[in-house]
């Protein structure tokens, strides 16, 4: 424990003075929220995987498999490569070739400024309830590891990545999550090692976990009706998200998003492949846990490799939180306080307060995570304000040339009216006297219900005077990056 401590130490302490010097390196909230959009396709790639492999990646995969076997793949692992395949051939070329630096300041080109507010308004809901979900693990984490409290341990937790998330903006995000991505391949590698050579070490051990486990175990297909809506929710929600917008916007051009989407892809696979056999190997090393990677990661006799695959999942946690914070720092400054109050502040005034949003963010997400512990729940919540709110928005902006200014109106009040409505009966505040579905099949719902008021908007309700489009068009940006 003393040996992890000082490791967790050393962590935060690196990633703190790492902040610091790339803070002299942002001079605009371009630099603090998309790194002057000069990346190459590699540190694209590794920045979207860190801010992807969080908490439900890792102990929440790791979980699933453990207690549901090979059906647990459709938990995290089955939506995620789906969604990075989607983003990939549909979303990253066109996402790249917007001028715009958020996703509601390209919404607002076609839907008006009223479509920028509502979807600030949805960003901000949905980025807090996915900081709360990587609370909730991080606040377990030092809570099973050091004994804390749980609220003092999310409190502590979160403390330690606003430290450095709010001082460098993106370009510290980027640099850091490169980093944690090696320490997560370091840590499951190890992790990966002692679990098969512990679980089946000969044949005949082999042998004896097969026919141990129950046949549902090793069926890929059981529950498959519910694990096909909550695949469908993530998908939608993930291949909109305005962490892809943002990881997508920061490369030089549009090829070089395509070519991050791909090896992002193929670095998912490789880490989801270990996550896979780590989690069904568990299930003969630990029993009932609601923590099988921490349970497993203690069960590691050499204190230094224990060390480093608690370090490899903390790189997981915090590499997701930081990316989230900015995303949610980003809306508060861009597309709230720029955009509705300060049109005309100084950079040297939006920096701060990007910095300032990135603390204000986390407190209504702290609230979320002590208040509910369910990880995957926390993130289907997540993914169900987005999929539903955003999702046919969002595409026809990409996709058709003059979608209307009431189709995006229609379509995200229409969503957001259904994830409020589900969110007071599934809490109880209102009697489920409609016979209202639970989740995730309300995602269902909320986006047919999207899809019609997009609909009605785009036939029956163009505007004479639609949006003045920006211009998309960009001037080459100085490279401070090699390509790839």
């Keep these: 424990m003393t040996l992890s401590l000082l490791f967790l130490i050393a962590y935060f302490a690196i990633l703190l003075m790492v902040a610091r010097f790339f803070s002299r390196r942002v001079e605009n909230l371009k630099d603090f929220f998309l790194a002057g959009r000069s990346l190459g396709a590699l540190p694209v790639a590794l920045t979207f995987v860190a801010s992807w492999f969080g908490a439900a990646s890792t102990m929440g995969s790791i979980n699933a498999f453990h207690d549901q076997g090979l059906s647990g793949a459709w938990q995290i692992v089955i939506p995620s490569v789906l969604s990075f395949i989607v983003i990939t051939l549909f979303m990253a070329k066109p996402v790249a070739r917007q001028s715009f630096m958020s996703q509601p300041e390209a919404i607002e080109a076609h839907y008006g400024k009223a479509g920028r507010l509502l979807l600030a308004l949805i960003i901000i809901a949905s980025t807090t309830v996915l900081i709360g979900s990587q609370m909730v693990v991080a606040g377990k984490f030092f809570q099973m590891v050091f004994g804390l409290d749980i609220t003092w341990a999310t409190v502590l937790s979160t403390a330690a990545v606003v430290s450095y998330a709010m001082w460098g903006g993106y370009f510290t995000v980027v640099v850091t999550d490169i980093t944690q991505v090696a320490f997560i391949t370091v840590g499951f590698l190890i992790l990966l090692a002692f679990t098969a050579t512990h679980a089946v070490p000969d044949a005949t051990a082999w042998r004896h976990f097969l026919a141990s486990q129950p046949a549902r175990f090793w069926d890929i297909a059981h529950g498959w009706r519910h694990n096909i809506f909550l695949t469908f929710t993530f998908v939608l929600a993930w291949c909109i998200a305005p962490e892809m917008w943002q990881r997508m916007s920061s490369t030089r051009n549009p090829d070089l998003a395509f070519k991050a989407g791909w090896?992002?892809?193929?670095?998912?696979?490789?880490?989801?492949?270990?996550?896979?056999?780590?989690?069904?190997?568990?299930?003969?090393?630990?029993?009932?846990?609601?923590?099988?990677?921490?349970?497993?990661?203690?069960?590691?006799?050499?204190p230094l490799l224990s060390a480093l695959v608690l370090l490899g999942f903390l790189s997981a946690v915090t590499s997701t939180m930081d990316s989230s914070m900015n995303i949610g720092s980003l809306t508060l400054t861009r597309d709230v306080y720029q955009g509705f109050f300060r049109p005309n502040a100084s950079n040297r005034e939006l920096l701060w307060v990007g910095r300032l949003a990135t603390v204000l963010i986390v407190l209504p997400a702290m609230a979320i995570a002590l208040y509910y512990q369910d990880l995957i729940k926390i993130l289907w919540i997540s993914a169900d304000i987005y999929a539903s709110s955003m999702f046919f928005p969002v595409v026809g902006m990409l996709y058709l040339k003059r979608p209307g200014r009431w189709s995006g109106i229609l379509g995200m009040v229409c969503g957001a009216s259904v994830v409020f409505i589900s969110a007071l009966i599934q809490n109880h505040v209102l009697p489920n006297w409609l016979l209202w579905p639970d989740w995730p099949y309300s995602t269902l719902l909320g986006v047919g219900c999207s899809g019609l008021g997009f609909g009605v908007g785009y036939w029956f309700l163009q505007d004479t005077n639609p949006p003045k489009l920006a211009n998309t068009a960009e001037p080459p940006i100085p490279s401070i990056q090699a390509t790839p």
């Excluded at 056999?277 to 590691?300: H, R």
């Design 263 to 302: 090896q992002a892809t193929l670095m998912m696979a490789f880490l989801f492949s270990m996550i896979i056999v780590i989690g069904l190997l568990s299930a003969q090393l630990i029993g009932k846990n609601e923590a099988v990677l921490i349970a497993l990661a203690q069960q590691i006799p050499h």
